[in-house]
Structure formats: C-alpha cells, structure tokens
C-alpha cells in the first residue's frame, strides 16, 4: 500500500512547522536566560545526530546484507566515551578560551593560525561530507518515493492540467538547505551556541529513538511472535545465511581486518566528523555535561540498535531476500498495511537526514566562510557592509554545501549503498585525526607536518575512494582497471600492488601511511614558527600556563593601539554594537577604564581578546590575518620584548640578573647610613647593569617643599638649570608623585603633540620612565627618573617591576635613615634637660641649705626661758621663717612668718625680711611698730612679686613677765598656762603684709607665769592632713601641747614633728613645717 | 554495606589510568583475537553467540561508565581533585 502523497507531504510540512516551533521556544527561553538546552539530556541528545538516516535505513540494509558488523560503526563511538573524560575535555577547554567555531579553525589554531592548514581543513571536510548529505538525500528521497508511491520523480498537482515535473531529491535539497540557513544562519557570530538549533536536533533525535523502536515492536511482535520466534524461523529457512550474518565472515583472507578497520573509522568519526565536532565541542554549554553524555550517548545508541537486527531478518523473512534491505524500516510496516507506523518510520527518517543536514551544514559553511572566504576578503579594507556579507556569504555556503552533496548523489547516488556512502566520510574525517591528537599531545608536531600529512593523506583518500566512486557505475572504465596511465601499480583499488584488502582497509591502510608518516617526519625534521610555538604552550602546557596567575607579556605593541580603535575594527566584522558590547564586558573583567588610556602592558592582552572575538565569527585564521593587517597598516607590530639583561630566559620567572640586580641593592643600601651615598652608588648600579644614559632621584624634605635633585648620575652631566632638559619632564613627575604609579614613554616618537618634549628628544632620549618613591601607604618621597638614549621599548613590566622594588628599597633607607636622625635628636634633646634639672636641683640643694643657715641655729640663752625653734621645709626652699633677736639680758624679740608660695621668690622675700629685721633690730620700736615698718618697706617688692606675707612679732621681758605681741594675719600662737587644760590662742587685729602700703597693727600684751608654754607655729601643723583628707586642726595641736607642756622645749619641738607624722603617716611633710617654743622656766 | 564498598572501590579506581585501562580493554576486545573466540556459529537459547557478545558486552561497557561517572558525580572533592589530575 502506499499513502496519499498530499498527505504525506502535509505531514511532513507540519512535523517541520513544529520543529521550528520548538527552535523559537528554545531561543525564546535562552533569551530569558532559563536555557532549555543547556543540560546533559540535550547535549547528549544532540550528540545523537550521529545517527543519521544511515543508522535509520542504512543499518537495517547492511545489517541484512553482510550481517553482525553494522553494531561495529556504533560500538566504536561507544568505546570513544571512555576518553571523554581527558580528550574532549581538553579539546573543549582550548575551544571555549580561543572562541573556537569549527574543526579547521581548532587544527589551525594549534599549528599557528595557519590559513592554508584551515583551507586544507575545510576542502577535506567540504569534500568528505559531499557523499553523506548525498547519502541523507537518497535516503528521504526513497523512502517519500516508497511511502507515497511515486516513482517518477514527477508529481501530479491537483488542478494542473498536466503533470508538473518536480524533481524531489532538488526539492528536498532545497528544503534542507533553508532549514540550514534559519536555523545555523540568522547571526554571525560561529562560535556562539545556538540553541534553538540544537533543541531541534535534540527532538530529532527522540523521534528518531521513538519511531525506530516503535518500528521495532511492531515488526517483532505484531508481525512477528518475538525476537525468538524471528531468529528460529529465519534459522530455519535460511541455515546457511543466519550462520553468515551472525560471525565476522572472512572474505578471501582479510582475517579480521574489515573489523577492526569499521570500529577505527567510527571512533574517529564521533569527533572528527565537522558536524560531531559541532554539537560536541561548539554547541557545549557545561564541561560537567561530558559527565552525564559519557554514559548516556551509548545508551542511545544500543537502545537505537536493538531492534536493527530483528527488523532486517524479518525483511528477509517476509521478502525471501534482501533486495531493498535499506528500506526495511518504512517497506515493512507498508507491506503489513499498517499506514501510521509507516508515517512514524517515515518521519524518523525524515528527522535524521534533517538534523544532519542543518548542523553538518551550518558547521561546513562556518568552515568555508572562515577558512575559505576570509582569507580573500581580509585582503579588502574593512567597510561598513562588511557583517551583512559575511553573514550572507555564510548563506549561501550552507546552499553550496547540500547542493554539492546533491550532485553526488545525482551521479552515483543510485549505484550505491547507504553505509558505503557514509564511510566515504568516515574515511575523509580520519584525515584529521594525526594532526588533531599530535596538536593535542606531541610538543613537536608542526604546521609543514599537519599540512603534508593531511594533504597527503587527502589525496590518497580522493584517489582510492571518492574517484573510484564515481565510476562504481562503470566499473569498466580504464583507470579503475588498469591504473591512473595504464600503470597497475597506481590502480586505484589496489595501489602500489596491495591486494586482498576491502577497498575501505586498503584506502585507510594507504592515507593514514602517507598522512602520520608525512607528519611526523616533516615535524621532527623542520622547526616550529615564533607564533605555532606559542600556541603550543596554549594547547600542550595551557593548564600549567594557567595556573601562574601573573604570566609577564613577552611581546609589546610597538605603536600603541586606542579603546575606539579596536571597537571600530572589530564592528567592521561583527558590527558596531556587538563590538561596543563585547569590549566593554572584557573591560570590566579587567577592571579598566574606558575613558583613561590603556596601560602598555595591558594592550598584547587587549589584542589577544579582539584576535578572539574576531575568531568567533571569522575563524582564528582569519582573525590573526585582519588584525596583522591592520596593525602594519597602522604602522604598528607586535614584537618581542626587549630583554634587559640581553640574556636567554629558560622561564618565565624572574631571572638570575634581576636577583643579582636587587641583591647588589640592598648591599649598597645596607652598606652605609648616608643617604647620598647610597642614592649616588643606587644610581650608578642602575646605569652600569642596563642600558641607560642619565638617571636622577630627586627627593622633597617635607610635603610642603619642592623636590630637588639629590643625586645625577649620567653620560653629560650638566647642573639643573631652569632651562635643562629634565625640566620638560616635570608633568611626568608630578603624576607620578601624585599617584604613586609609574610613569614612561617606551617611544618618543609615540608621544603627542600636547606632550612634546622637544629638549628631550633633540638630547638623543628615546625613551623614559619615571618612577615614584614611596613606602606603602605613605607619601610619596621623590621621583628616580631614567633615560635611555638605544633601546625603544625599554621598559618592559619585568623592568619596571624591577625599578619599583628598587625605589620601594630606597624609601625604606630613606625612611630609616630619618628615623636615625629624629632618634639621635631626640637622645641629645633627652641629655641636656637632665643636665638643666640636675643643676637646678644642686642650685636647689644649695639654696637650701643657705635658707636653713638663714634660720637661726641655735636660739638665744636668756634665763627663765627656754626656745626652741624649728623648720622642716617640704621643698627645698620655703617661705617659713622665724627668728630670736636678744634685745638685752631681759628682753627677746621672736617672730615667725610665712612667705606664701615655696617658690625661689618666696625665699628670697624671706632672706629680704630677715635683712631688714636684723638691720631694724636694734631700733625701739615696739612689734606693731616694728610690722608697720616692714610692711611699708616690703610692699613694694611683696606687690611686684605678686607675694605677700604673714608674720607674728613677740617681744618678751623676763624681768616683768609681759609678753607683748602683734600679728600680720599669722596663725594664732597657742598658750597653755600652767595646770590648765586648755589653751589661749594669742590675737591681735592686723592684716597680711604687703596688701596696702600702710597699715595699723593692733599691739596686745599679756603677762607670763612659770610653767606657762607659748607655741608659735605656721599652716603646716594644723593643716596637715590624714590620708582620708581630714586636717589635724588647732584642738588636736592644743591637746598634744597640753598633754607635752611637761617636757623640755626641744623635746616638744620635736614632738610635734612626731605629731604631725603620725597623722599623715608619712615621713615627709606636705608643707612646710615651721614652729617655736617658749617655755617659761623662771 | 557491599553497596559502600563498591562505591569506596570506584572512588579509588576513579582516575585518568582507569579510563584509559577501559578505552584499550575496549579495543582489544573488538580486535582480532577476541573476535575470533566469538565467531563461531553456535547459539545460545536460539541466540546467535557474536550476536549475544556484542550486545552484553555493550550493555555492560554502558554499565561501567555509568557506575564510575556517578561515583565520580556524588563527591564533589573527589570530582575536583580528579578535574586537576586529567588536564
């Protein structure tokens, strides 16, 4: 039975309608950021489009044909997984750093960005794949010819007069294409994943699955009773072919060489095929996804293959013999009248040529638009349509590819099987394998040897396989018979005389001979450029690379390159706004600023990651070749690194010289305290080990001061005048001081008008750096600047980091060496107020004691009474003062005063009072008379001296008992007659002296007994105070006066110091104590 | 307990040889001598003895990554330290 073409046709039209639905979903949602894709069902799904109709058709055929091999195409990706873990890994990681967008631009990234290797890459892959889309094609166009029963490749549309011929493989090829295109083709940018793309494979590849199974079950078991029941009843009728169909039938004698050459064409298959190394590596979202798909990819394949085997014995059960095997799957279902299950075996077809064409497409035409096209039209300046043709030119290229494909299938599609289609590619792709494993794992392997070996390997393939295939329709033709000019050693099929192989061992024996022969020996004897060496240590050493965070640039811009410069070349590519975009998300990263210029250092990076950009649109190639041009057009190259020490580094680390450098350094600097040596010696250290002309520090005291030129070492040395040369560069180290960064001009020439040092350069200096001194976290203390008048491009990050450290080391001695200096000041400082204050104290000492000389002795003998006077300063000078002055043998005179204040002033007052009461003692005056005197000639002095004094004057007649007395504003003097208890305070009205220039005292007399005793004292006594703060008071001094009044005048005296201790327990006293005893004896 | 050991056990074998270990065991046992003891046409309960050794031997390979990715999977240490030792 046959199904209504229209029908057929418009459920073909819907499946299709909603695969693109799905596509739009998951771009809808990767927009969203809630990818649909990126997960390891997907990607292990996707992965799955190595099924391709040859799997759905084909295996069945081959399966029924030459039996059990057909699991080897399927059990060679499954061994594969195994090495997922460490190849693909890798290869993935290389790809995502590099903005990788296909196999060719993967080979010739490795062997430095080499365009006629991606060119050889993309003829190889352009070629290969001619046979598989043709295989796809032949597939669909078969089974829509078995479905709807039209065999003439005309259809009769309904309503047309006459028959419209329309060829369906063309409209098929057609079809295919447009799906590349909106599918692979709607932006530019390759090594983007698209994921509506890969949604639509990923459902693909279940319909596949589930129509293949479904067929499965119900030829098993509806047609059937079982795998069992199909195996008895096929042993049965056909004993001998089951035996060949289940062993590894030995042809002639190739032994098991059919075998082993299936599963190695296969394990190359999974990732070398362009369209395998798409979804695998491109299209990859997460490395953990490797994880899940390792297991998962074979699952899909066993579960796809179990039912292979049932379906293709059932064929040949049901048709007696396995002509039209391939069909098996959709003819079957067909002849037992079952129209859905045809229709689903029909649709899964459908879905595996589809999903193969739209990713094999668009990962060709990336090819070809990278590695064939660019190379042309990077020769064209950059204009302004330059994204709309590319991406247009990528169009057209998918179109290119499936038509090529359709031509093949065209001229020999009819005259052979599927498989055999398919391993043409098969055997294609595996040129790629030397190349990409030595890239991957062999240091030496090299661009001549990746090139020879695939071209090689290449041509043997064209001639032993895709030439043969051509005439497989004329197997009689002379060069398949007899050889390329009658020699029958360059027989195609059996080259060099090698018979006895199947033609797939004998081509893979040959190629891969000619083509890892070819690369290693070409490897091993020429050398590798500057830029493969590079990428070596990116593909072979990246994971050590990557773990040194701080890797030094080994090559500089010669002319530096702006910000806008590179957004306006790479928008010329993949447009302004994605270029606006991209540049700034990788200056974030790097934590610059757009608006400032890009530091020197940071431009081979920034040039890095506009090549890579560029990559994912245009292929690496291509991108290495637009930036070259573009920066000889600009006049500026990359170029290596001047090496400071003109030595060879064996790494990357920090060389033995620049040890040596900073190890002579720090001698100098510990070597001597003095600054200017060590700047002199620092200098010349620097101009002797590199090649520089004139070096300067110049250093500022204090922040607030100007710098000045300390030290200047050079070639010409002249004095720094205004007009000097280095005066131009004081914008350079003034920017410096401010942000501590160092400041430097690789190339004179490279400056700006605005910044012109017109001086400087007709001195012959090419270029200068100027670096701050400074300590952490401090300011700045100067600037050493350095000229050099040979080498542009001195002043490499290395150097510069050298010449830090060293101005770093020159601001610690700076800083040590000021330390010293305020530490010495300090100590000197320290020295001489201890030798002030020792002689004030010995001044001290000695006007102590000369104040206590100035007390009397001893006091006056006079009969029937007894004195005793006593002072206890608590200073070393005071102001307590008393006296005797023995007027006759009756009569003494006794005073006692205090000097405010224990000042030097006060005891000098004091020494003044005692020479104007000795110098007055002799006069008559009676004590308020002899106060009023004093008082008129102190007060000038006591006012001036801002002092004033207090004093009781007593005068005492033996002969008459009579004390008579005054009182300057002195405490109260105590007198406890004899067998009384209590005691009298003697008063007498009178101010402080020195308060007026003239003042009236009071004057009181009283009269004496024997036994009677008279204190005098000062504030000491009864102001001494307790530890809790209490003072002893006048009650307490009478008391003890009582209590004592029996003992000898000295004796009492002293008692009252013991008094006074006592009570504040403390042996010196707070004040000044100062008293007198009286002791009437007589 | 078995279940502990066995996990314990592929956690130890879990490394960058382990994988290579299978990838040529796989190859070997796809190649000549290998083949040759299966390719004989006896049957097993009707099943043809190269048709039972492929499709067993597949089920299990598939068995065997899968025990050792998700061993590899549930301690993340472990995934860690292996990721530095394969690259």
């Known amino acids: ?1082 | 307990m078995l279940r502990h050991h066995v996990k314990q056990l592929l956690r130890r074998l879990n490394l960058q040889e382990s994988w290579v270990v299978f990838f040529v065991l796989g190859n070997v046992m796809l190649n000549f001598p290998f083949l040759k003891i299966f390719n004989q046409p006896t049957t097993i309960f009707g099943f043809p003895l190269m048709y039972l050794y492929f499709t067993i031997g597949w089920a299990v390979s598939i068995g065997v990554i899968y025990l050792f990715v998700t061993s590899r999977e549930t301690d993340p240490f472990e995934q860690q330290h292996d990721d530095q030792e394969q690259l």
Not at chain 1, 153 to 180: K, W, Y
Request: net charge negative; charged share 15%.
């Open chain 1, 1 to 1082: 039975m046959t199904l209504d073409i229209l029908y057929v046709a418009a459920v073909g039209i819907g499946y299709t309608g909603f695969l693109f639905l799905v596509a739009w979903y998951a771009r809808k949602r990767a927009n969203q950021g809630r990818s649909l894709v990126s997960n390891p069902y997907v990607y292990s799904l996707s992965i799955a489009v190595y099924c391709t109709s040859w799997t759905f058709y084909g295996s069945v055929g081959k399966a029924a044909t030459s039996g059990i091999d057909f699991l080897l195409i399927y059990l060679g990706p499954s061994l594969t997984a195994f090495s997922w873990f460490y190849i693909l890994r890798r290869i993935i990681r290389i790809s995502k750093d590099n903005n990788v967008s296909s196999i060719a631009d993967f080979i010739s990234l490795r062997y430095g960005n080499s365009q006629l290797l991606g060119s050889l890459v993309t003829l190889i892959a352009v070629l290969g794949v001619m046979p598989y889309i043709a295989l796809q094609i032949k597939a669909v166009v078969t089974s829509f010819t078995l479905i709807s029963g039209v065999t003439h490749r005309t259809i009769l549309l309904p309503g047309a007069d006459a028959a419209v011929s329309v060829p369906t493989g063309l409209t098929l090829a057609l079809i295919l294409s447009i799906f590349g295109v909106i599918f692979g083709a709607r932006r530019l940018p390759s090594a983007e994943r698209h994921e509506g793309l890969i949604a639509a494979v990923a459902f693909e590849s279940i319909i596949k699955l589930v129509s293949l199974v479904g067929v499965g079950i119900f030829v098993t078991w509806f047609m059937f009773d079982g795998f069992g029941d199909i195996l008895h009843q096929f042993q049965t009728r056909f004993p001998e072919l089951f035996e060949r169909l289940f062993t590894l039938h030995q042809e002639q004698d190739t032994g098991f060489i059919p075998s082993s050459t299936m599963l190695l064409l296969s394990m190359g298959a999974i990732i070398l095929l362009p369209r395998q190394f798409h979804v695998l590596v491109v299209e990859n979202a997460d490395l953990k996804h490797i994880g899940k798909a390792m297991w998962l990819f074979p699952t899909y394949l066993f579960l796809i293959n179990l039912f292979i085997m049932p379906i293709a014995l059932a064929g040949i059960l049901y048709y007696g013999g396995n002509t039209g095997a391939d069909y098996y799957v959709i003819s079957l279902p067909l002849s037992a009248g079952n129209s859905s299950i045809a229709l689903l075996a029909f649709l899964g077809g459908l879905s595996a040529a589809a999903g193969m064409v739209m990713i094999e497409s668009v990962a060709i035409s990336t090819m070809l638009l990278n590695n064939l096209f660019m190379p042309i039209i990077v020769r064209i300046t950059p204009k302004q349509w330059f994204p709309v043709l590319l991406i247009n030119l990528k169009r057209l290229a998918i179109f290119m590819v499936v038509f090529l494909g359709y031509f093949y299938y065209r001229t020999v599609g009819d005259t052979f099987m599927l498989v055999n289609m398919g391993l043409i590619s098969f055997l294609a792709a595996i040129q790629f394998l030397p190349a990409l494993l030595g890239g991957l794992y062999w240091q030496r392997g090299n661009k001549a040897g990746a090139i020879t070996g695939m071209l090689l390997g290449f041509l043997v393939w064209f001639y032993t396989l895709l030439l043969p295939s051509f005439f497989t329709a004329d197997p009689d033709s002379t060069i398949i018979q007899q050889g390329l000019f009658g020699q029958s050693l360059l027989k195609p099929t059996a080259l060099f005389g090698l018979t006895g192989m199947d033609m797939w061992s004998h081509a893979l024996f040959w190629s891969m001979l000619f083509n890892i022969g070819a690369y290693l020996v070409c490897s091993l004897i020429l050398p590798q450029g500057e830029v493969e060496k590079e990428q070596v240590r990116r593909f072979i050493g990246k994971f050590e690379v990557e773990r040194r965070k701080e890797k030094i640039e080994a090559k500089r811009l010669s002319k530096p390159v702006t910000i806008p410069q590179f957004i306006a070349l790479m928008g010329k590519f993949i447009g302004p706004g994605e270029a606006q975009k991209a540049m700034a998300g990788y200056l974030k990263e790097r934590h610059l600023e757009s608006q400032t210029l890009v530091p020197e250092f940071e431009l081979p990076a920034m040039k890095r990651f506009v090549e890579r950009t560029l990559a994912g649109s245009v292929g690496a190639a291509a991108a290495g070749a637009i930036m070259d041009s573009y920066l000889s057009d600009m006049g500026s190259r990359m170029e290596s690194v001047y090496d400071i020490f003109s030595t060879v580094r064996a790494s990357l680390d920090q060389s033995r010289e620049a040890l040596y450098v900073r190890l002579k350094a720090s001698e100098i600097i510990n070597r001597t305290l003095d600054l200017q040596t060590i700047m002199d010696e620092l200098l010349q250290l620097l101009l002797k080990e590199f090649k520089l002309d004139a070096a300067l520090i110049q250093i500022r005291s204090s922040s607030d001061e100007p710098l000045t030129v300390q030290s200047y070492q050079g070639t010409d040395r002249r004095p720094i005048t205004p007009e000097h040369w280095h005066q131009e560069n004081d914008p350079y180290i003034r920017m410096a001081m401010i942000d501590q960064e160092t400041h430097f001009v690789n190339d004179i020439k490279n400056l700006e008008d605005i910044i012109a040092m017109p001086k400087t350069a007709a001195e012959g200096f090419v270029s200068f750096a100027h670096i701050p001194i400074f300590r952490e976290g401090e300011e700045s203390l100067g600037v050493l600047s350095v000229y050099s008048r040979t080498i542009v491009g001195l002043f490499t990050e290395e150097f510069i980091g050298l010449l830090s450290s060293l101005t770093g080391q020159l601001a610690q001695a700076a800083r040590i060496v000021s330390e010293m200096q305020a530490k010495d000041r300090e100590r000197k400082e320290k020295e001489q107020a201890q030798l002030t204050n020792a002689r004030v104290k010995r001044d001290m000492e000695i006007a102590e004691q000369i104040q206590l000389s100035l007390l009397p002795d001893k006091p006056p003998e006079l009969f029937g009474v007894e004195l005793a006077g006593r002072c206890w300063p608590a200073a070393h000078v005071g102001g307590d003062y008393y006296d005797f002055f023995k007027r006759d043998d009756h009569t003494i005179d006794l005073l006692i005063a205090d000097v405010s204040g224990h000042s030097v002033g006060a005891a000098l007052i004091m020494a003044e009072v005692r020479t104007l009461l000795r110098a007055h003692a002799g006069n008559a005056a009676s004590p308020s008379g002899i106060l009023n005197t004093l008082n008129s000639m102190l007060y000038e002095d006591l006012t001036r001296a801002e002092l004033f004094i207090t004093m009781f004057y007593a005068r005492y007649s033996t002969a008459t008992g009579r004390l008579s007395y005054a009182n300057a504003g002195h405490n109260k003097p105590l007198l406890h007659r004899f067998g009384q208890q209590s005691c009298q305070e003697l008063d007498a009205e009178g101010m402080i002296l020195g308060i007026k220039p003239s003042m009236v005292f009071e004057e009181c007399a009283i009269n004496l007994k024997m036994g009677d005793t008279l204190l005098f004292y000062t504030d000491g006594i009864p102001e001494a105070a307790s530890t809790h703060g209490d003072f002893l008071g006048i009650d307490a001094v009478c008391q003890h006066l009582g209590d004592q009044s029996s003992l000898p005048a000295d004796a009492l005296a002293d008692s009252f110091h013991d008094l006074v201790n006592r009570y504040t327990s403390s042996s010196t006293p707070q004040d000044d104590i100062s008293l007198v005893v009286m002791k009437i004896v007589a």
